[in-house]
């Protein structure tokens, strides 16, 4: 009679190579972190030329540097103005890429016009800024758009290949037959994209929202060349105040960085559900 028996422990099998790779992209997550922190928390006097006097603990944790680098940059203003294009920047690119992503997407299979469209547009993806900013900034300032709405303009328009791509990919995976059956009910167009399709995309706007809104907080040259000398700061261009052509502040940058960065730690947290959930059925088969 056969020995049908399971064993009573069966050993896993460890990917070695995989575990050891993704140990070393954690290290190389975390190690600048723990820089961050520690020196943000560090008396400027325990900087040394030493790594160990980098790398270890303060002495004494204190909120100086923080409450400094507030001062220097005027933080709430200049956070104001970061806030203020941000959100402005990431709703209007939602509900513009968006709508131009399901009038392009649901007909592209169908007229060469719109797919010769999505394709124009997604090659904005691989122009470089460095050969926009030149005319960019001689355009924006005969146009007087040398401004904050000058700027939100622009990542309006610079992040929507990138969008345009995640919203039509996701759009394969709603079914016509929704859009079919309002029709049958006797909504238009318009009515069945902001009643019916609009509600079903929110995991790919909260995806849009985080990844424009992210690279929209952290940009420096944008506002650098297109509001230099117009006494508007936003939180990046502020931050440039630490460093001179002779030295940089750490102590008082990673505070100042530190303190930037929380908001959108926050705001990706809060996000983590539906960003999970519209990378996943994002995803073109």
Known sequence: MANNTVPEKVRERVNWPITILLMVGT?????????????????????????????????????????????????????????????????????????????????MDKKKLFKASYYFIIAGMYVPFAILMMPLVKQTAVMHLD??????????????????????????????ALEEAARVDGASTW??????IFPLLKPMHATVAVIT????????????????????????????????????????AFASYLLAMLPMIIFYIVAQK?????VTNGAVK
Not at 221 to 248: C, H, K, W
Not at 274 to 278: M, T
């Open 27 to 107: 290290l190389t997550v975390l190690f600048p972190l723990y820089m961050a922190v520690v020196i943000a928390f560090k008396d400027p006097s325990e900087m040394t030329n030493d790594i160990a006097g980098i790398l270890s603990l303060p002495s004494t944790w204190s909120l100086d540097n923080f409450i400094e680098a507030i001062q220097v940059t005027d933080f709430f203003h200049s956070f104001m103005n970061s806030l203020l294009i941000t959100v402005v920047a990431v709703v209007v690119s939602i509900l513009i890429h968006s709508l131009a992503a399901y009038a392009i997407g649901r007909n």
């Open 147 to 176: 401004n904050m709405v000058g700027v939100m303009i622009l990542y309006v328009v610079f992040y929507m290949p990138m969008n345009m791509m995640l919203y039509t990919g996701y759009l394969r995976n709603i079914p016509t």
């Open 191 to 196: 009515t069945t994209y902001w009643k019916v």
């Open 213 to 252: 809104g992210l690279a929209v907080w952290n940009d420096v040259m944008t506002p650098l060349v297109i509001m230099g000398g117009s006494g508007v700061n936003t939180l990046p261009l502020a931050q440039m105040n630490f460093q001179t052509a002779f030295s940089t502040n750490y102590n008082l």
């Open 274 to 278: 539906q960003i999970i959930g519209g």
